[in-house]
């Protein structure tokens, strides 16, 4: 069955997309289920203009801030809680092997703001092209140049202060 | 007049301090160390940050298959012919209308002209039944029992009187 295909050919991408954004292991194996769930019952309003990749990325980074945003609305939780909490899953989280060094680069992260932390991921973790994340976030690749370098300025400032460069 | 002598130019200072070389390749490696797992490492290859069962695939495969068959097909929404619905709508509205509309009429109906077009005698009849509708309507209540039911002398407004002084009541 071609759909079969296509999840084997996708999963993994999304899953890591969707992971390092939610950080949980079981949010995140969810939320990629829902998304080929969605693909499954929205293929006839597929555009062929668009990517198939794009397109499936599109779908899992709306579903990633939808749930970034809902539990913040659920809970009346600051963004500052958020992260909060996501950091300690870092911390807690038995399958998390990073050494103390990528603990703390990965909290870094943890600090931008949603959209930039995805921007961020989408470059530096995933090697995508400013194009292709131009497609999937619907943004310039001006913006998302800027947003990138704002970030690794983020980033790097944090690291700074913990004497970690 | 002869020009101040210049002091002796000093000698530049190459020298560098105790084991310098040491402590930049140690730092040199340090960072490349660094670099090297950030980059090769966990970079692309975000399951050496966090490994996953190797049987997760499959088992998020067989679970996006069982969503979708326990799923109800969200289809008719959006293959539901959208002017099926706005017909339907229109006969809807266009019932309702023919059915409320002489209703509407009759309640705005111009009563000058009713009256000015019929007869004394008909306008007659119609108030004397609409008098006896009227009365017809109203309770009839028998003599004697309002008394009974309510007391000769009203205790409160004895009391009332007894603790008001004539004072209170000007100004």
Not at chain 1, 102 to 108: F, G, I, P, T
Not at chain 2, 87 to 105: D, K
Not at chain 2, 107 to 118: E, K, P, R, Y
């Amino acid at each position: 069955m071609a759909f079969n295909l296509l999840i084997r050919k996708y999963q993994k991408r999304v899953y890591w997309l969707i992971r390092k954004m939610v950080i949980d292991h079981d949010d995140a194996n969810d939320l990629s289920q829902e998304v080929f769930v969605k693909i499954w019952f929205h293929l006839d309003g597929f555009r062929e203009e668009a990517g198939l990749f794009t397109w499936i990325y599109r779908v899992a980074t709306n579903e990633c801030l939808h749930f970034l945003k809902k539990k913040r609305q659920r809970f009346f939780l600051p963004i500052g809680d958020v992260e909060g909490e996501l950091g300690r899953k870092i911390q807690m989280s038995s399958h998390f092997t990073g050494d103390e060094i990528q603990q703390k680069l990965q909290q870094a992260i943890l600090k931008l703001p949603d959209k930039q932390r995805l921007v961020f991921n989408m470059k530096y973790f995933e090697d995508l092209t400013y194009e292709q994340m131009s497609e999937i976030l619907g943004t310039s690749v001006g913006a998302l140049k800027a947003s990138y370098f704002h970030a690794v300025q983020k980033i790097t400032d944090k690291l700074e202060k913990e004497n970690l460069r | 007049m002869k020009a101040p002598k210049l002091p002796p130019k000093s000698e530049p200072d190459f020298s560098l301090p105790e084991g310098y070389f040491e402590q930049f390749s140690d730092h040199l490696n340090n960072r490349i160390e660094i670099l090297e797992k950030w980059k090769n490492q966990t970079r692309l290859n975000p399951e050496a940050l966090w490994p996953v069962n190797s049987g997760l695939w499959l088992k998020m495969e067989e679970g996006i298959r069982s969503r979708i068959q326990q799923s109800p097909s969200p289809v008719w929404k959006f293959n539901f012919p959208s002017w099926v619905l706005a017909s339907v709508s229109c006969v809807l509205l266009v019932i309702g209308f023919w059915y409320y509309y002489p209703i509407r009429n009759q309640d705005l109906g111009d009563w000058n002209q009713i009256i000015a077009q019929s007869s004394e005698s008909e306008c007659a009849a119609y108030l004397e039944e609409d008098d006896d509708w009227v009365k017809g309507g109203a309770v009839a209540i028998p003599d004697g029992v309002l008394e009974s039911v309510l007391p000769e002398a009203l205790p409160l407004e004895d009391g009332l009187m007894e603790d008001l002084e004539l004072e209170d009541l000007s100004y």
